[in-house]
């Protein structure tokens, strides 16, 4: 069994989970992927460990992410085994990839569906998972300016000094309000476990899309069931993850403004054409399957091993 710690891990870049994840979904297509939902064990009144398996019938390897989050803090690794002998052949850790793998989903879903001259990136809520947000972004569209917005001032301040170290050179700006940020953006991320929706509807720029990434319980509703609702196109990563656990789109149900049977998974998106004009807005919104963790999972250990 090979070990791969976080540091060597991080030598696997957006450029390879895009290229690995788009693989795993054509496999999918084809019949060849097997998601499993994840399985969540509570540990006292606060702690978790969750289980993520899926498994990839052409390469003959089972991934299974191990999450535990422990006040607060969380720590990954997925064990990849043969399926053939039964022998693990990979212990690789995960917390980095966790992130990578859900800044290349909306990679893949803005290349899809945001306009192809976007060009004012915002990101709402900029803790740790924005980061890898922000480069899938940047991996698929010339963007000359982004636009922070947190609460709390001094971590948009941190964000702004973490990604610009990280090679970002566009323009960087912290809003004062979110309504500042939305009426500017052609792109919004959203990385929030808001119980509430982050921004006004009737702020947003015609045209934009919005990648929704924080929300993954029924309690947490960061997105406007306003903009779900008038949405041309809605992609989501995981359908029956989100008709279980995304609360902004559960809430969209019952008010009438949307239907789950309207929602495309990403794996079909990755065959269609989208026809949008100017004005459409669109929708990515990403829940977490075990079938992404997988592609990462794999795709690292053969390019480190």
Not at 202 to 209: I, Q
Not at 252 to 265: H, P
Request: charged content about 25%; aromatic content about 6%.
């Amino acid at each position: 069994m090979i070990i791969f710690t976080e540091e060597e891990v991080f030598n696997y870049h957006m450029a390879d989970a895009i290229k690995d994840i788009k693989r795993t979904l054509m496999r999918q297509n084809n019949g060849k992927i097997v998601n499993r939902k994840h399985v969540m064990m509570p540990v006292g009144d606060s702690n978790m460990i969750m289980n993520f398996p899926a498994l990839d019938i052409e390469q003959g390897l089972t991934s299974t992410k191990i999450m535990s989050i422990k006040d607060g803090v969380s720590k990954a690794h997925s064990i990849l085994t043969d399926t053939d002998s039964g022998e693990v052949i990979a212990n690789v850790a995960a917390s980095y990839l966790t992130e990578l793998r859900t800044g290349a989903m909306s990679g893949i879903a803005t290349d899809m569906l945001a306009r192809k001259d976007a060009s004012v990136l915002g990101v709402i809520g900029t803790g740790r998972m924005a980061v890898q947000q922000v480069f899938g972004v940047l991996s698929v569209r010339d963007i000359e300016k982004i636009i922070l917005f947190n609460h709390h001032p001094e971590k948009a301040e941190y964000f702004k000094d973490k990604i610009r170290g990280l090679t970002v050179t566009c323009d960087i700006e912290i809003a004062s309000n979110v309504n500042t940020l939305t009426k500017a953006c052609d792109i919004i991320i959203t990385a929030t476990p808001s119980r509430e929706a982050v921004f006004d509807d009737t702020y947003l720029k015609e045209g934009v899309h919005i990648n929704g990434i924080g929300a993954f319980m029924p309690s947490t509703k960061e997105l406007n069931v306003d903009t779900i609702g008038r949405a041309k196109y809605v992609v989501v990563d995981y359908k029956k993850g989100v008709e279980s656990s995304a609360g902004g789109f559960i809430e969209a149900v019952k008010q009438d403004k949307f239907k789950f049977e309207n929602m495309i998974q990403l794996n079909d998106a990755i065959e269609m054409s989208f026809d949008r004009n100017e004005k459409d807005i669109t929708i990515f919104k990403s829940i977490g399957a075990s079938l992404y963790d997988m592609a990462v999972a794999i795709g690292a250990y053969e390019k480190l091993k």
